[in-house]
């Protein structure tokens, strides 16, 4: 089983989320990450998403999400052609056995501090999803209270745009 | 010009070429009916039963013309009756613009009287769907309507019409009838791989399906067939495509294809398959399935290549473009022992053969057949007498086989026969079980009402035919729910409803019958008495490859 980032533009238009997303669900792609927001136009909105599957599985679902008339664009977003990143926030318990740990990891992993109380703090950390994964992992000898992570987002390398990409 | 959104609707159908709809009225369309109302010099209005025969009567009408058909339903139960109809479209590609009424836009999400989200109902089983927010964007969303449902692969579209849009007022300015995406061949590097695939091709077999009528592709096909001395096969849906009796004609292939056709398919060495999804009743078990065969796959529809099976070339693109640019790169090539090999299957098929004297569901087909006119539409239910109809129907006219193949909507058959014969403009013919006619006979009165020539053969052994052969084959005969056994007397149901009709018995009988229902005004029922223990044969059993087709069945 292989990670795929997948990046689409759509139609800016009503209920177009739902088209996509229905159509995962339908034909059961396992889908680990989404994110959706408005773009440079108003006229569209992107898309990105990982994908957990084989390489057919990927092209099975690139080839499905073609035949939807919303969808303007599709690039698969490999490690080579683009930049990614995630925005993470982590919730652990206050304590002052662990506390001096927990920021040495923070400090280590660039982890800033954003709320902090008597029985809790928030750690916001930026970067790619295998770091956020090894943050968690590191987090978990301690108590985490709560874990809000954004999905990728990812972007090409380079000049090249999804809306050049357009050619539905 | 100033006009109310119904009027901009009726107008924008009629100016896409439209003259024909199936429909229902209720409280939340009534202002596009009043739109009909004004209009019916130009556009003519089916009243059915109920939605659902709507639905595949304009379905019906699309696969006999080719042309885009228009269902019309309320709100609410209205628009929830077309979603089998909808959906049956969806499974085999029909071109369908379902147009429903909704509450005002200002009731939406209110749950209010008969509203209902139908966009997202049948999201999964439309191409795309449509909520009118201004009646600025009404004509053109219909435009695209039509465009979308008949461009690439078809399939149906829905449009959801608030009360209020129907009734607002803008201009309107007419438009040409909106032209499909232009279609375009295979890229020119795959269609050179699949050349040399089939210029050193020893036993090709060619197999097509719904998507080559829909590409009109028929020419090609003969074409490609006669240059390199192949076969030729079918699905479900490609049956009609090219007159059944070719000589290069085998038969539809799959789990109750044709001995020869589904022989031919196992033993050949290149499949080339065009517009066709390789459903698992074609295939049977898919690790067994034509393991000696490289497969060249063509479609339209991107996603269908590599769904299924693992086709050694695929092409994305126009079956009948592709093909155009193919076959000058083919060699003419004889194959002699191939034809020997295939003349052999066809053989052993008509070995097989059931020749038993009596009425039986083959004589009865063979029966019908004599009765067909060349462009007369043969429309079908789902079930055993289903399959006898693929099986043994011939027909020498495109778009002539009318069935739900893909969903297998029991009930479909009478409202597409309605649809069909407006789409033919002449008699259509409904051969049906009586478990599936069962279903949907309502559509009876409307036949009746619009004075509508159909003749329907209900094949019928009081029992839900196919269930039982399940049952008896692989649930030790266990035949839970599947006997009906009705007191119905279909003649005098006919009767009731206005139209006209008899039981037969024998092979006298039903030519007598037969004779009487084809001269008919109306529609005209004939109750074909058939045993309840025959099979469909030959029979791929579920989950099984050809090397466990059963021919002939030895049951005590």
């Given amino acids: 089983m292989n990670r795929y980032t997948v990046a689409v533009l759509v139609r800016n238009e009503f209920g177009v989320l739902n088209r996509v997303t229905s159509m995962f669900r339908r034909r059961q792609f396992n889908i680990s990450a989404l994110t959706a927001s408005e773009t440079e136009s108003g006229e569209y909105s992107r898309i990105t998403f990982s994908f957990d599957g084989e390489e057919e599985n990927k092209q099975q679902l690139i080839n499905q999400l073609y035949k939807l008339p919303d969808v303007c664009s599709i690039k698969e977003l490999t490690r080579?052609?683009?930049?990614?990143?995630?925005?993470?926030?982590?919730?652990?318990?206050?304590?002052?056995?662990?506390?001096?740990?927990?920021?040495?990891?923070?400090?280590?992993?660039?982890?800033?501090?954003?709320?902090?109380?008597?029985?809790?703090?928030?750690?916001?950390?930026?970067?790619?999803?295998?770091?956020?994964?090894?943050?968690?992992?590191?987090?978990?000898?301690?108590?985490?209270?709560?874990?809000?992570?954004?999905?990728?987002?990812?972007?090409?390398?380079?000049?090249?745009?999804?809306?050049?990409?357009?050619?539905? | 010009m100033m006009l109310s959104g119904s009027d901009i609707l009726?107008?924008?159908?009629?100016?896409?070429?439209?003259?024909?709809?199936?429909?229902?009225?209720?409280?939340?369309?009534?202002?596009?009916?009043?739109?009909?109302?004004?209009?019916?010099?130009?556009?003519?209005?089916?009243?059915?039963?109920?939605?659902?025969?709507?639905?595949?009567?304009?379905?019906?009408?699309?696969?006999?013309?080719?042309?885009?058909?228009?269902?019309?339903?309320?709100?609410?139960?209205?628009?929830?009756?077309?979603?089998?109809?909808?959906?049956?479209?969806?499974?085999?590609?029909?071109?369908?613009?379902?147009i429903c009424g909704n509450v005002p836009?200002?009731?939406?999400?209110?749950?209010?009287?008969?509203?209902?989200?139908?966009?997202?109902?049948?999201?999964?089983?439309?191409?795309?769907?449509?909520?009118?927010?201004?009646?600025?964007?009404?004509?053109?969303?219909?435009?695209?309507?039509?465009?979308?449902?008949k461009s690439g692969r078809p399939g149906p579209v829905l449009i959801d019409v608030p009360k209020d849009i129907q009734i607002a007022r803008c201009e309107y300015f007419p438009e040409e009838p909106a032209t499909m995406d232009a279609p375009c061949a295979a890229k020119d590097i795959r269609i050179e791989e699949a050349a040399e695939y089939i210029n050193s091709a020893e036993r090709p077999y060619v197999y097509f399906g719904g998507g080559l009528i829909s590409a009109a592709a028929q020419d090609e096909l003969l074409d490609l067939a006669e240059r390199i001395d192949a076969p030729l096969g079918c699905s479900l849906m490609g049956l009609s495509a090219i007159p059944t009796a070719h000589p290069r004609f085998l038969g539809m292939q799959g789990m109750h294809g044709?001995?020869?056709?589904?022989?031919?398919?196992?033993?050949?060495?290149?499949?080339?398959?065009?517009?066709?999804?390789?459903?698992?009743?074609?295939?049977?078990?898919?690790?067994?399935?034509?393991?000696?065969?490289?497969?060249?796959?063509?479609?339209?529809?991107?996603?269908?290549?590599?769904?299924?099976?693992?086709?050694?070339?695929?092409?994305?693109?126009?079956?009948?473009?592709?093909?155009?640019?193919?076959?000058?790169?083919?060699?003419?090539?004889?194959?002699?022992?191939?034809?020997?090999?295939?003349?052999?299957?066809?053989?052993?098929?008509?070995?097989?053969?059931?020749?038993?004297?009596?009425?039986?569901?083959?004589?009865?087909?063979?029966?019908?057949?004599r009765y067909l006119g060349e462009n007369t539409a043969v429309c079908t239910d789902v079930g055993q007498h289903q399959m006898w109809s693929a099986q043994n129907l011939v027909f020498r006219t495109p778009r002539r086989f009318v069935s739900s193949g893909g969903l297998g909507t029991m009930g479909f058959g009478l409202g597409a026969a309605i649809g069909a014969a407006y789409g033919t403009g002449e008699r259509s013919v409904l051969i049906t079980g009586d478990g599936s006619f069962g279903m949907c006979l309502n559509e009876l009165a409307t036949a009746v009402?619009?004075?509508?020539?159909?003749?329907?053969?209900?094949?019928?052994?009081?029992?839900?035919?196919?269930?039982?052969?399940?049952?008896?084959?692989?649930?030790?005969?266990?035949?839970?729910?599947?006997?009906?056994?009705?007191?119905?007397?279909?003649?005098?149901?006919?009767?009731?409803?206005?139209?006209?009709?008899?039981a037969v018995s024998t092979p006298d009988e039903l030519d007598k019958a037969l004779e009487r229902a084809f001269s008919a005004n109306g529609p005209y029922v004939i109750d074909c008495r058939i045993d309840k223990d025959e099979f469909v044969l030959p029979m791929l059993p579920p989950g099984g490859s050809m090397d466990d087709i059963i021919v002939k069945l030895e049951v005590e």
């Fill in chain 2, 105 to 149: 836009t200002t009731q939406i999400g209110s749950d209010s009287f008969q509203e209902i989200d139908i966009t997202g109902v049948t999201l999964p089983i439309t191409k795309h769907n449509y909520f009118v927010s201004s009646v600025e964007q009404l004509a053109d969303t219909i435009r695209d309507a039509f465009r979308l449902a």
């Fill in chain 2, 258 to 369: 044709h001995y020869a056709s589904s022989m031919a398919m196992h033993n050949a060495d290149l499949i080339i398959a065009l517009g066709v999804r390789f459903n698992d009743r074609v295939t049977g078990n898919r690790a067994r399935f034509a393991t000696k065969a490289k497969i060249i796959h063509i479609d339209t529809d991107g996603s269908e290549l590599g769904k299924t099976v693992n086709a050694t070339c695929r092409l994305r693109g126009d079956v009948k473009l592709t093909l155009q640019k193919l076959l000058p790169m083919l060699k003419e090539n004889a194959k002699p022992q191939w034809m020997e090999m295939i003349a052999a299957f066809r053989k052993e098929e008509n070995e097989y053969l059931d020749d038993r004297k009596g009425l039986t569901p083959r004589s009865a087909v063979l029966a019908v057949n």
């Fill in chain 2, 449 to 502: 009402s619009y004075n509508i020539p159909i003749v329907v053969v209900i094949m019928n052994n009081g029992v839900l035919g196919m269930v039982r052969q399940w049952q008896t084959l692989f649930y030790d005969k266990h035949y839970s729910n599947s006997i009906l056994d009705r007191k119905t007397d279909f003649p005098a149901l006919a009767r009731a409803f206005g139209a006209d009709g008899e």
């Fill in chain 1, 80 to 168: 080579d052609n683009s930049v990614s990143c995630e925005l993470m926030m982590i919730k652990m318990k206050n304590d002052a056995r662990d506390r001096a740990d927990i920021h040495a990891a923070a400090e280590a992993f660039g982890a800033e501090t954003i709320d902090y109380s008597r029985d809790s703090f928030v750690l916001r950390l930026i970067g790619d999803s295998a770091k956020m994964d090894d943050f968690i992992m590191l987090m978990s000898d301690f108590t985490i209270l709560e874990i809000c992570r954004t999905g990728t987002a990812s972007i090409e390398r380079g000049s090249a745009t999804l809306r050049q990409a357009m050619t539905l």
């Fill in chain 2, 10 to 98: 009726v107008k924008t159908l009629i100016e896409q070429g439209c003259d024909t709809v199936f429909g229902y009225p209720g409280g939340q369309i009534l202002n596009v009916y009043d739109s009909l109302y004004t209009h019916q010099d130009k556009i003519n209005h089916v009243l059915t039963a109920h939605e659902q025969g709507a639905a595949h009567a304009a379905d019906g009408y699309a696969r006999t013309t080719g042309k885009v058909g228009v269902v019309i339903s309320t709100s609410g139960p209205g628009a929830t009756n077309l979603v089998t109809g909808i959906a049956t479209a969806y499974l085999d590609s029909i071109p369908l613009v379902a």
